[in-house]
């Protein structure tokens, strides 16, 4: 698995996709068979008229454009975009490419923190897909901090969490927190894929990491600069991690009301 | 606050009571209202039958000997111990006492961790307890890693929770991580009172940790050493840490099926 933390204009939809074409590129080269992008990677949070304008449909010109990418390329994409729905309403979605570009789930984040209110609206629904016999759940940066989003999905089957993000500073110490967390108490892996850069008052710092179920951090990008990496994961660590207990099992959901 | 990780022998109550007896003082020196001790500190976790000969009913010898000790040295005091039920049944119990040492609340541990299924029955009950206006919650050890615990009591307004524990090596870890993921994610203070020394294969490293809601450890106890600290915790972060958002209203419980 790859993650890329790569930078992101806004607005600038010509030079993201340069960027994410070159991070495709680059983990196909590392040798990666999925490669998880930061949220909203297409064109950053701008605010609501311009997002509204950026927006595409589900086969709109950029998906077009990173299929052709993904067609010389192959892996399996999990990319991040401002979606102009059927409904005309604008969503945060990602969306989970097969390694040709054919596109098998769509996420819209169901979670919005604060000002995202205002501009995209929230999903319905959680996602669990299953590829290759691998289980994946996608939840969205804010999404992660609610630690029933990522048990519901556990309580699917889920074995690999994606969590593409665009967490601002002075946020990092909880989502690492909350990240190791959600993998060892759901027994799974989680691959957590943070964007750099600034904008506005705000600074995304990357420290994009790829947690085991024991919670080890496998992989770890730099602090606020480009940086795409590749590791191996053993999903037989997800069966290790149930050896003494299984959360998921020893639940009592009765008490908790 | 006071935090107090001290040593516990197995099976030797006279020794274990003469140590909360010492932290009772110490605490109450140290200007502490409430006082948590480690789990089930009366005795440690003997073999089965030895922990049904030892354990003893609510109004046992071991507990008159505390509340005439709370007498002279009065604190808020969160007291384990194995319980005898009126069913005849063993319960990992944490009672929560008031200043002079009237029970106030139990607490029957609900998870149990591997071996203790078969020394102890669990509880049937979350208990959130209210005083001068603060609420308490009770988790023991295991408990604390299942978020849907800590989430039922926050949901019940829970600004405290206290954390007695017997967390063994290689597990530190893990513990730390939830101990802060449960502050965060319920916007709450969680006392964590970890046990020291070794019995049999197992060692109890002690770090007790005190962890305000931003996720903040405002104490730490030494590493497999007895130690008793005392801090105080300002109620008013919580409120502070509900300003950007507030998990408990931005939940989606639709979703979480």
Redesign the interface.
Known sequence: MALAQIPCREGDKEANLQEIEQAIEEAHTQGADILVLPEIILTGFVHREALRMLAETRDGESMARIRRKLADFPLYLVYSFPELGSDGEVYNTTCFLQKDGTPLAYYRK??L??GEKKITK?G???ICLEVEGVKFGILVC?DL?????A??LAMQGMHVLLVPSANMSPYE??HR??T??RA??NHIFVAYCNRIGAHKSFVYRGQSILVDPS?KILLECADNKRDIQTVQIQLENIRDSRD??N?LE????E???
């Open positions: 169901t979670h923190f604060a929230p319905e629904e959680l804010f901090e609610f630690p029933e989003a048990r519901a110490y909880p927190i909350f190791v967390a060892l108490e919670g003494m207990y959360y020893e639940r009592r959901p008490l908790y009301r």
